[in-house]
Structures are given as C-alpha cells and as structure tokens.
C-alpha cells in the first residue's frame, strides 16, 4: 500500500469504529453480511481476521481464537472486547504468521482498501494478499472474503481515473482512497488458487456505507459478494 493510503486508513478507521459498529448492526444489507459471515465461520477453531477496522460482524464468541490484525495498535483498555481476540499490529500485504497457522481466514470489506500508486499497483496488493491468506491457510482451510463489488465497465472507468480520484481523496476527503473490483477480477484471481471457489450474491437493501457516508443501497453501484474458497493442497497456476 502506499504511504497516504496506509495512514488514512490508520487514521479514519482507528478512531471510527464505534460509527461502523453501529452502521453494521441495523437491519439491511450489513445484517445480510453478518448472517452469511455466521454461516461460513461455522466450525472454525483459529480464525485470522485481516482489515477487521475494530468491527466484527460475527459472532467472536463461536471461535475459540481470533488472531485480528490490522494497521493499528490494539484497542485502550479502556475499550472491552472478547476475551478470545489477540489483536496483532500488521499489514495483510505481509502476514507474521508461519505456513499452514489457520483453519479460516476472513476479509471482510478489506480488498478495495489495498490501494497502492496506480490501479496495477492496487490490483497487485489484492493479488498479495490473498496469496498470504492461502499461505497461512492448513490444508483444507476456508477463506472467506466479503467484498463489496462494481460491474466490469464501472471498474474499468476507475481505473481510467484513478489518478485523478487518487488526487481528490488525498486533498479533500478524510476517508481513504478505495478502488472498488468486479467480482470477475477478484474471481480471477482467486481461480488461481481454487478454481472450485464458491461465490454468492449478498441481498443488498437499507442503506450501505459509501466514504463514511449512508447511502441508499437501492441507487449504489455497490453489490456485496462472498466469496469462499478452500487450500486444497494443489500449487497455484502460472
């Protein structure tokens, strides 16, 4: 990631969680989230949680460890959080865990986050860190990755702007640059290490969270995916 995306992303979800915390939990599309995350951690005994931004939109309390790590320190103590969370300074782009550590990992709203220089460079570091999720994954471990998804021609408009969009988050917005991936890119990628993925379409309705701000999620160009996919042992493709 870039220096600038790194910091805002330190700065803007650091000291708003309580806001997303809250924005998650009503009724809507994030519920939709919430109950397809539940479904898909069922079983899970060590499950690392990349990007988690101090939000958890599950049930922690089902997992007997949950390793989050994420840009910033771990919460004050002054804030309580399940007792089964150890929270681990680091970047998803480059995981200090061994081979083969965890039976689940999870991405939720993390991908289009990873923004690096250029859109190549942002495409890079999704390509990154799935190849760290598959990489601390024991055989037969899921990942499990939510993301928020454009059509192809939207995506392939940011990429035609991304420096002038890059350019205006920097100056005037206080929430990180985003690039927002169709689900036929993440796809791709991902078929590289299991080409049998799963992927299903969240039911999207309410409002939905754009730049920190509610917006109808009926008018976005926003359409939430899971996606979920297993190391099944094989080595990637070239």
Not at 1 to 23: D, L, V
Not at 81 to 91: P, T
Not at 104 to 112: E, I, R
Request: aromatic share 12%; net charge positive.
């Amino acid at each position: 990631m870039s220096q600038i995306a790194t910091r805002k992303n330190i700065s803007f979800f650091r000291n708003r969680h309580k806001y997303y915390g809250e924005a998650v939990s009503k009724p809507g599309t994030y519920e939709a989230i919430r109950l397809a995350i539940g479904r898909e951690i069922q079983g899970a005994k060590k499950l690392l949680d990349l990007g988690h931004g101090l939000v958890f939109n599950y049930d922690v309390k089902n997992i007997a460890s949950v390793v989050a790590v994420d840009l910033f320190d771990k919460p004050s103590d002054d804030e309580v959080f399940s007792k089964n969370i150890r929270f681990v300074k680091g970047s998803a782009l480059d995981l200090k865990f061994p081979d083969k550590t965890f039976d689940t990992v999870l991405m939720d709203m993390l991908l289009h986050h990873l923004v690096g220089k250029s859109s190549q460079e942002s495409e890079n570091n999704i390509k990154l860190a799935i190849s760290e999720a598959f990489r601390v994954l024991k055989p037969g471990g899921k990942l499990i990755i939510v993301e928020s998804c454009v059509a192809r021609w939207f995506y392939w408009l940011e990429k035609i702007i991304f420096p002038l969009l890059l350019r205006f988050t920097s100056r005037y917005l206080s929430h990180p640059m985003v690039l927002q991936y169709s689900i036929e890119k993440i796809r791709d990628i991902i078929s590289q290490f299991d080409p049998e993925m799963r992927i299903e379409k969240v039911p999207k309705s309410g409002w939905i969270i754009l730049f920190g701000f509610y917006f109808p999620a009926i008018l976005s160009p926003i359409q939430p995916w899971t996606i979920v996919a297993k190391n099944r042992g094989g080595r990637t493709r070239n």
